[in-house]
């Protein structure tokens, strides 16, 4: 049977007219494309098993975000959403096809070189690691409970196994490490709720959607922070919205000095968002998602559930069996604060103070270009490597999420030489250079707002 052949212009025009229907329901067809086939996804995105951000890539060409998020198992799926052929060019090829080409051909040649399999030696000895800066903030909490610096210092160990712990939990989940599914959420389980004390179904489905849409206003939830930090000027698009909120008013005119203390926030914030998102119970009273939901977005209840009670256990187990209650405040206020500092500091330099895009001003990106410009790389070395888990080789690892961190380094200068060739800005700066560019984005953008304010 002959498929039927669309456009790009076709295309476009019967995603406008679909999205346009209010009832959700009614919005037949969507289409997107996977090369030069064409694919209706108006059935499948309500049980798509990754969520609705399938509907961000609605109207573009799906190739590369589809390759970087899922098992390769999973395109043997996508005969069965085909609706059709696209003839004449896609959107992206008048603009960056040559780039995307030699991107796909540096991951083919990645693949060849063997860099996508990861070292177990190298991970094994990595959670070997982290969990001796456990022992030794276990060890010094349980054998001087009344020592007020050694306490302290028990806490900020804490803090840095959890900061640790998340890197870890980050790779296991991105498949970096194990290639089957399953394992690979074995371990993030077990390091992301049972060490971390985070959800890995909250984690999972906030930071793969900040995957397929960085730094695009209202799709990426990493920098869905307003009021409390406003990024870019499209977010002042939310503040004008809100002439008489005295408290936006507020907090983004003074957002640069009150960045850190928000930091030492995040883990606090992360870890209740964590509970309400995974725990049935918490998640409908807070969360509001139906049971259905809860069903469809949470993989695995049993396993977050003990893997979380397992976390506060230890967690607060030692304090009731040690400390007394000034030192176990101390403990708290320590571990809690500072792993917010160290793990939310390094994912403001990740992305934060880069462009950021609208949905229509990022419509016609290819994928690798949309991750290159959207990402911050802080120069290598033994210290930023270590302490911010790789993550500092950000560009690289948007590109190729299941790229193992210890491989970065191979793969980093020819990533930087094809982007110098195609004129995409590759941005490497050092990290307390990229720390005061997070700031000066923060003041911009309060100055933007106080001009608003005055107009
Ligand atoms: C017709 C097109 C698509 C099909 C048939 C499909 C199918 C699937 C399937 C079967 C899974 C679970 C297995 C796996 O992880 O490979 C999945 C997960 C996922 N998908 Fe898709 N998908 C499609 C398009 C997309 C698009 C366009 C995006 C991004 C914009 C996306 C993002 C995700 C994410 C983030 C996950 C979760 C992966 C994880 O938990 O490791 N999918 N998809």
Redesign the pocket.
């Known amino acids: 049977m002959s498929q039927r052949t669309y456009t790009w212009a076709q295309i476009e025009e019967i995603n406008k007219k679909s999205l346009d229907a209010s009832n959700k329901a009614t919005q037949k067809p969507l289409l ?1 494309t ?1 090369g030069s086939n064409v ?1 209706d ?1 108006s059935e ?1 995105r309500s049980v ?4 609705q ?5 609605i109207g ?1 060409d ?1 190739q590369d ?2 390759k970087a ?3 390769p ?2 395109a043997k ?2 005969p ?2 085909t609706v059709g052929k696209l003839t004449g060019p896609s959107v992206f090829d008048k603009n960056t096809a040559g780039f995307v080409e030699e991107c796909r051909k540096l991951s083919a040649d990645f693949e060849r070189r063997g860099l996508f399999k990861a070292s177990l030696l190298y991970y094994a000895f990595k959670v070997s690691f982290n969990l001796s800066i456990w022992a030794s903030s276990m060890y010094l909490l349980t054998k001087y409970p009344k020592n007020p610096a050694v306490v302290f210092l028990a806490g900020w160990l804490t803090a840095i196994f959890w900061q640790q712990s998340g890197w870890l939990a980050h790779d296991f ?3 970096q490490v194990f290639s089957n ?1 399953k394992t ?1 959420r074995l371990f993030g389980y077990f390091v992301g709720n049972v060490w971390q004390g985070f959800s890995v179904a909250w984690w ?2 906030k930071h ?2 900040h ?3 960085p730094n695009i206003h209202t799709e990426d939830p990493d920098i869905d922070t307003f009021p409390v930090l406003a990024w870019s000027d499209h977010a002042l698009s939310l503040f004008s919205d809100l002439p008489d909120d005295v408290a936006s008013r507020f907090f983004i005119k003074y957002q640069k000095w009150y960045f850190f203390p928000v930091l030492a926030l995040a883990r606090i914030s992360w870890a209740a968002q964590s509970l309400f998102y995974s725990v049935p119970l918490l998640n409908g009273f807070f969360w509001g998602q139906t049971s259905q939901q809860i069903k469809f977005n949470v ?1 695995n209840h049993t396993y977050e559930t003990i893997g979380l009670v397992l976390h506060y256990l230890w967690y607060f187990g030692v304090m009731a069996a040690y400390l007394d209650w000034t030192m176990a405040l101390l403990y708290l206020i320590t571990s809690q604060a500072g792993c917010g500092l160290l793990l939310a500091g390094v994912f403001a330099l990740n992305h934060n103070g880069m462009p950021i895009y609208s949905h229509d001003e990022a419509k016609e990106m290819d994928f690798f270009s949309l991750q290159v410009l959207t990402g911050r790389d802080v120069e290598p070395n033994l210290f930023n490597n270590w302490f911010t888990g790789g993550l500092n080789y950000q560009i690289e690892h948007h590109m190729f999420p299941t790229l193992p961190r210890h491989n970065f380094h191979h793969v980093q200068p020819a990533v930087a030489k094809l982007c110098k060739k195609y004129g995409v800005t590759y941005h490497t700066t050092g990290f307390v250079e990229g720390t005061f560019e997070v700031l000066k984005r923060l003041d911009d953008v309060s100055q933007a707002a106080r001009k608003l304010h005055k107009a």
């Not at 798509?48 to 969520?51: D, N, Q």
């Not at 951000?53 to 890539?57: F, M, P, R």
Request: net charge positive.
């Open positions: 997107m996977h694919i996804i499948f798509h098993p990754g969520g951000v399938i509907e961000t890539w573009k799906i975000v589809f998020l899922h098992h198992n999973t799926m996508l069965k959403y989940l991105h498949n599914r690979s999972n489905n793969l959607a995957h397929a849409v993989h």
